[in-house]
C-alpha cells in the first residue's frame, strides 16, 4: 500500500516502481506457468511507464517504435493477457490501463483518479466491496464485474491550488 501511494507523489523513485512491476511480474508468471511474452513485458513496461492511466492507442504508438509492426490486435491482445494475470487493470471511465502495484491480491478495484496531474492510485477496501455485494444481493443481482472510480484532486495537486 505504501508503494502505491508514490502515485501521489512526483518526487518518488518511479525507475524502482517500475522494477519491482517487473520482478513480480515474472515471479508471478512462473509460479502460474504463464509465458511472458518480450511483447507482453514491453507492454506492461509501458503502462508502467507512469502513474496515469494510458490508453491503448499510446501503447500502440509508443510500441511502434520498437516493432514497426505492432497492431491495434497485437496491442489488445498483450492488454488481456495481463488483465487476466492482474498484472494490469482497466479504468472504465478513461478506457485507459494502469499497473496493479498488488497483482497477487484479492482485488476489488477501486481508483482515486486526480482530474488535475492524471494520476491514479488503486485502493482496497473492503468496506466498499462488502456495501456494494450486499446493496446488490438486496435487489438478487449478481454482480460480474464491477469497478469503483472516483475523480478527484490528489493531495499534491490540492496542495498547489491552495498555495
Ligand atoms: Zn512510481
Ligand atoms: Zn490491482
Ligand atoms: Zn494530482
Redesign the pocket.
Known sequence: MARAE??WSGR?N?AS?VADAMTRADGLSRDRGVRLTELRRKVLALVWSS?RPIGAYAILDALKRQHEAAAPPTVYRALDFLMEQGLVHRIQSLNAYIGCSDPEHAHHGVFLICRACGNALEIEDRTLDTAIRRAAGRRRFAIEQRSVEAIGLCPACADTRRA
Open positions: 508514490g502515485a518518488h518511479h516502481c502513474h
